[in-house]
């Protein structure tokens, strides 16, 4: 029997390169998105309704998943976006709404597949975080608040599940070409601050470039592949040439520095 993998926010970026990528490798797909889109019919997918801020939701999707497929072998946490901009103007709701989406989404999906996992003595949580959740840069204050807690979070958590036979696992992308610089970004700038519209300007200009010349979503479909399939406790996987480079450039160069 093939095995299975859920995925939260499939429709685009590395949430859909990664259902194309496992379905080609002859993995059952559960596709979950907010919005789920007309796709062609396939008997080793099923595309769903899934929102992290709704546990029903949740809950039906991975009900639905498992009465399709029998079971679900690995879970990847995907779903995201980044608040961006100066922290002085964001409103609270920007903030709760950030760590809903990002923390506490990705824990109310965890938390509902846990009881699946420790009954089939088996599983794969695949969390992706980012380099953002190891160092930072200007503007992503919020954003990159979530990520250091899915890491911490996932870190720890892997202690806790290798005692059920389940693994954990984090994906930290550098700059990706996706739509996490357009439509996945939510930027707030109150220009009225006008001590921080020179930085602004140039700070945004100078990401979305990265951005633009980032790796493609590909190249974290293929690490979420590796962390699946590799049978190791390795926990952390790096993506991306930036990436690897920036954290060595800050270890060695100190902090204040970087």
Do not use: C
């Amino acid at each position: 029997m093939a095995n299975t993998i859920l995925i939260t926010g499939a429709s685009t970026g590395i949430g859909k390169a990664t259902a194309e990528l496992f379905l080609e490798q002859g993995w059952n797909v559960i596709a979950t998105m907010r919005t789920p889109k007309d796709e062609q019919a396939h008997e080793r997918k099923l595309v769903t309704r899934l929102d992290v801020l709704e546990q029903g939701s949740i809950d039906e999707a991975i009900r639905l998943g498992i009465e399709k497929f029998g079971r679900i072998d690995a879970l990847v946490n995907n779903a995201g976006y980044g608040l961006v901009g100066t922290f002085e103007s964001m409103s609270e709701g920007q903030i709760k709404r950030q760590f809903d989406t990002n923390v506490f989404g990705l824990m109310r999906v965890t938390k509902a597949i846990l009881p699946h996992f420790r009954a089939n003595k088996a599983g794969t949580l695949i969390n992706v975080a980012s380099m953002g959740g190891r160092l930072t840069f200007p503007f992503y204050s919020v954003y990159h608040g979530t990520k250091w807690a899915v890491d911490g979070f996932s870190e720890s958590l892997s202690y806790e599940l290798g005692e059920i036979g389940a693994r954990v696992k984090i994906i930290e992308p550098g700059a990706i070409k996706t739509d996490f610089y357009g439509r996945s970004a939510d930027f707030t700038h109150d220009t009225e601050l006008s001590e921080y519209n020179g930085i602004v300007e140039k700070g945004m200009r100078r990401m979305n470039a990265a951005g633009a010349k980032g790796a493609p979503a590909s190249a974290v479909a293929d690490a979420i592949w590796k962390a699946a399939t590799d049978g190791s406790g390795r926990v952390r996987y790096v993506v991306g040439s930036d990436a690897k480079m920036m954290r060595g450039l800050r270890k060695l160069i100190g902090v204040r520095a970087f």
